[in-house]
C-alpha cells in the first residue's frame, strides 16, 4: 500500500507542551500535507511541503520532510487544549493520482 | 460565502435501501473526492471525479456509485450491495490532483 503511516497513533500531552507526530511513506512524493480533524468533523488543511523543501513553518506548526527517509514530521509548539485533534498526513504523487491519506495519530492536549 | 457542503448530516438506512448523499462546492474545483471513514481509522478513497462526466474507482468502490453531471455536484449512493455501509462520509475537492482538498463536514450513515 502506498498509505502513509503516522506514529504515534495516540498522544496525550501537557497544555504548554510540545506535540511531535511522525508519518511515513514508501514511494517517491510530489508533496505531503498535514490535516486536522476535530472530532465529527471534516477534515482543514494545515501545511503542504514540497518534495524539494525541507522545513516548514506556519504559526506554532513546523513540518520537516527527509525524502531519503520517506518521513516527515509535524511539531505543534506551546500546544493548547484546542489543539486536540486528530491529525492526518496526506501523499500527493507525480501523476493523476489522489492524495493517499494515513490513519492518523490522536493528540489530547490537557489543561 | 465558498465552500463545500454535504447533506444531510445524519442519514438513516434501512436493510436493502439506496441512499443518495449530497456533495455541492462553490469553489470552482476541477475535481472531487469521496472518503469513507470508520471510527479511530483513516480515510478510504471512494470514488473521485477530476472533471465533469468523468470519475474513476478509489479503493473500496464496491457497492457504491456516483455521478459528475456538473461541476459543483458530486452525489454518492450507498446501494444495497454495500454490506457494512454505516461509516462516516466524506466529501472533498480540489483544484488539482495533488493539491490542498477542502472538505465539506461530513454525513454519518447509520444502517438500521
Known amino acids: 500500500s502506498q498509505q502513509g503511516e503516522e506514529d504515534p497513533q495516540a498522544l496525550s500531552i501537557q497544555e504548554g507542551e510540545n506535540a511531535t507526530m511522525n508519518c511515513s511513506y514508501k514511494?517517491?512524493?510530489?508533496?505531503l500535507q498535514w490535516y486536522r480533524q476535530n472530532s465529527g468533523r471534516g477534515l482543514v488543511h494545515l501545511i503542504l511541503?514540497?518534495?524539494?523543501?525541507r522545513e516548514k513553518h506556519s504559526g506554532r506548526l513546523r513540518v520537516t520532510l527527509d525524502t531519503s527517509k520517506k518521513s516527515s514530521s509535524l511539531l505543534i509548539t506551546a500546544s493548547r487544549a484546542a489543539d486536540t485533534a486528530s491529525y492526518f498526513c496526506?501523499?500527493?504523487?507525480?501523476?493523476?493520482?489522489?492524495?493517499?491519506f494515513g490513519k492518523g495519530t490522536r493528540l489530547s492536549v490537557i489543561a | 460565502d465558498g465552500g463545500i457542503t454535504q447533506s444531510p448530516k445524519y442519514l438513516f438506512r434501512k436493510e436493502g435501501q439506496n441512499v443518495t448523499l449530497s456533495c455541492e462546492q462553490n469553489l470552482n474545483h476541477d475535481a472531487m473526492y469521496w472518503y469513507r471513514q470508520d471510527p479511530g481509522q483513516g480515510l478510504r478513497l471512494i470514488y473521485y471525479s477530476q472533471i465533469v462526466n468523468d470519475f474513476q474507482k478509489g479503493d473500496i468502490a464496491e457497492g457504491y456509485s456516483v455521478s459528475r453531471e456538473k461541476k459543483e455536484s458530486f452525489p454518492l449512493t450507498v446501494t444495497s450491495a454495500q454490506k457494512n455501509p454505516t461509516a462516516f462520509y466524506l466529501c472533498?475537492?480540489?483544484?488539482?490532483?495533488?493539491?490542498?482538498?477542502?472538505f465539506g463536514p461530513g454525513t454519518r450513515l447509520t444502517v438500521l
Open positions: 514511494t517517491s512524493i510530489n508533496n
Open positions: 511541503i514540497r518534495s524539494n523543501e
Open positions: 472533498a475537492s480540489s483544484i488539482g490532483n495533488r493539491g490542498e482538498q477542502f
Open positions: 496526506a501523499t500527493g504523487f507525480s501523476g493523476n493520482t489522489p492524495l493517499v
